[in-house]
């Protein structure tokens, strides 16, 4: 079975600067799928990224890149110039195989500093 | 993106009542809804996928007769909390998958439903 570990439950960094939230994944499928989704206080839950495992490159959305290591089974995110918009739960998850569902990680809650 | 709509945001009912939550895909046709339930500070914990036209797949632990789900249309899910306890309290959200191209892995969400019950 796939399953998705977020080892850092809260995180904290200064507004404009650079903050890296980790998440592994284990899974035995060779073409899946990853995302990291945001959810602000308001709980809508929102894309900011998602990766193709069969493509070699990062994926990157403006301030938002990921750096994918297939072989590690690691995918973490990094948030550029963090702004104060950016504090949120943000939740990696994995998609592959037979079951057709995302499974989640537990989540980082990420706090902007002024 | 795909918009998926969902309602009410927020319900209070009396314990023994029964509310339904409503998901629809407003702008694609989802073949596949999921909903979920999530407790405060914690991760989405998926409760069935609703198919259309077919019955709906519970996760182990979740009581089908409790929460009903029926997903009778392409663009419409709705989830039954039957006989309301305040246990039942949570906040519920739906995804739905759109069947076009690549957005088939994309799910989209829906702004989730506080139930309360007193």
């Known amino acids: 079975a796939q399953t998705v570990t977020q080892s850092q439950p809260e995180m904290s960094v200064q507004e404009a600067e650079t903050v890296t939230l980790s998440c592994t994944y284990d899974t035995s499928e060779n073409n899946y799928y990853l995302f990291w989704y945001k959810q602000p206080p308001s709980r809508q839950m929102i894309l900011v990224i998602r990766q193709e495992a069969y493509k070699q490159q990062n994926a990157t959305e403006n301030r938002f890149s990921v750096n994918f290591q297939k072989a590690a089974k690691s995918f973490s995110l990094k948030i550029s110039d963090s702004q104060l918009g950016d504090t949120a739960m943000y939740f990696c998850?994995?998609?592959?195989?037979?079951?057709?569902?995302?499974?989640f990680g537990t989540g980082t809650l990420l706090a902007v500093q002024p | 993106g795909a918009v998926v709509s969902q309602h009410p945001s927020w319900v209070i009912c009396k314990s023994g009542t029964s509310v339904k939550i409503e998901c629809r895909s407003l702008?694609?046709?989802?073949?596949?809804m999921f909903w979920y339930r999530q407790f405060p500070k914690q991760s989405l914990m998926l409760m069935a996928t609703?198919?259309?036209?077919?019955?709906?797949?519970?996760e182990q632990g979740v009581e089908k007769d409790k929460f009903l789900i029926n997903h009778a249309s392409l663009t419409l899910s709705t989830l039954t909390v039957t006989s309301a306890h305040p246990e039942d309290s949570s906040f519920y959200i739906c995804?739905?998958?759109?069947?076009?191209?690549?957005?088939?892995?994309?799910?989209?969400f829906g702004q989730g439903t506080r139930l309360t019950v007193v």
């Open positions: 998850a994995f998609y592959g195989g037979a079951t057709n569902k995302l499974i």
């Open positions: 995804s739905a998958n759109s069947r076009r191209g690549s957005m088939n892995t994309e799910a989209f």
């Open positions: 609703s198919n259309e036209g077919s019955k709906a797949t519970y």
């Open positions: 702008d694609f046709q989802a073949t596949t």
